[in-house]
């Protein structure tokens, strides 16, 4: 019995001990982390990223909307951004590149009553930044149009945006542009486009040789610089009159300096398939984007209807459609295209009356 005593008495001193110990080891973490010295410990609230990010995800959060507006196609920009801002509460602002001889112009028309209270940036585009990466036909300066390469410069011109969405002047939004603006894009991916072999594109042949769906209806697979990139030459292409860019991606990638590089290599090379003659911007942007893009909902892309004059599509479909894009000859506000009607509900009308002169010569041109 005195032995088990002498047990129980070791056992009592040795958790005393440890209970000390343990106590002493408690007040020395505690001092440490009230140590405002930079060697002790940082409270977890330290790190600024995550409330950053969680008052990023507030509902006034500003979504940029960068569209191209020419001064001869000024009223489809007008229509495109009308559509937008009456299909949404979202804080949008639209980055509007123009060339300087259109800045009053589109000034009047934004201060039309419809239109007065939108949130805008007006982005002057210089064309000098093209040269000796377009290749100009002198018998043809007129039709060189260098806004159509303002989405290359995307992140020079909205600065300080992580994601924006890019869309083209012939286009009528019919949904919420938060829907599309929240488009998920893969880790690495620095747009998403909406593919031509998608379920609402059908296949559409042009004159001549090649088709519009495919890589080799844009690119000149004979050349060797093109063969040399590996790229299976019936790859889906994707249309880039409307996409969301993620520019911190971007810019990680130099994706601007890449296309650089693709349209100063067609000027030497003429890279470009010859069956699509005028489209010298999709080119670039399948070589950089190949396989490294990801996909936007078909319904935010519906196009074609500037194709021809015939209606492609049925009237429920048109009604059902988030985005709709004259993308062809036939514009909705020059000639006869299909569903002008609905385009017609979003137009304003030219202050300047000038807009409307020009449409007005073109339905008496083709009445004749």
Request: aromatic residues 10%.
């Amino acid at each position: 019995s005195v032995n088990i005593s002498i047990l129980i008495v070791a056992v009592v001193i040795f958790l005393l001990v440890i209970h000390h110990n343990f106590l002493s080891l408690s007040d020395f973490l505690r001092r440490e982390l009230s140590d405002p010295s930079p060697l002790g410990l940082q409270p977890i609230d330290f790190i600024p990223a995550a409330p950053q990010r969680l008052a990023d995800e507030r509902n006034d959060k500003e979504i940029s909307v960068v569209i191209a507006a020419s001064d001869e196609r000024l009223g489809g920009a007008i229509a495109a951004m009308n559509s937008i801002y009456q299909h949404t509460a979202a804080n949008v602002v639209f980055h509007i590149v123009t060339l300087n001889d259109t800045v009053d112009h589109l000034r009047m028309w934004l201060r039309s009553p419809p239109l007065k209270n939108m949130r805008y940036r007006i982005v002057d585009f210089d064309p000098r930044v093209l040269e000796g990466k377009v290749q100009m036909d002198p018998q043809k300066a007129d039709s060189f149009k260098p806004l159509t390469f303002a989405r290359f410069y995307l992140p020079s011109l909205v600065p300080h945006a992580e994601k924006v969405i890019y869309v083209d002047d012939d286009v009528i939004v019919q949904d919420d542009i938060v829907e599309l603006y929240n488009t998920p894009l893969k880790p690495g991916h620095a747009a998403a486009f909406s593919d031509d072999c998608d379920s609402t594109s059908s296949k559409v042949v042009v004159r001549g040789a090649g088709n519009q769906y495919n890589y080799i209806g844009f690119l000149d697979y004979k050349k060797e610089t093109i063969r040399k990139l590996a790229m299976k030459a019936n790859t889906c292409s994707f249309n880039p009159g409307v996409f969301v860019a993620n520019l911190t991606e971007w810019k990680l990638q130099n994706i601007t300096k890449q296309l650089e590089k693709w349209m100063a290599l067609n000027v030497v090379e003429e890279l470009y398939s010859k069956t699509l003659a005028g489209s010298i911007t999709t080119p670039p942007l399948l070589i950089v984007f190949y396989k490294q893009h990801s996909s936007i909902d078909p319904m935010w892309n519906v196009r074609h209807l500037g194709s021809g004059a015939g209606k492609r599509y049925s009237p429920q479909f048109v009604e059902a459609a988030k985005l709709l894009h004259w993308n062809g000859h036939f514009k909705p506000w020059g000639r006869t295209a299909s569903y002008a009607e609905v385009w017609e509900k979003w137009y304003v009308p030219d202050p300047a009356g000038k807009f409307n002169l020009i449409r007005r010569h073109s339905e008496a041109y083709e009445a004749k």
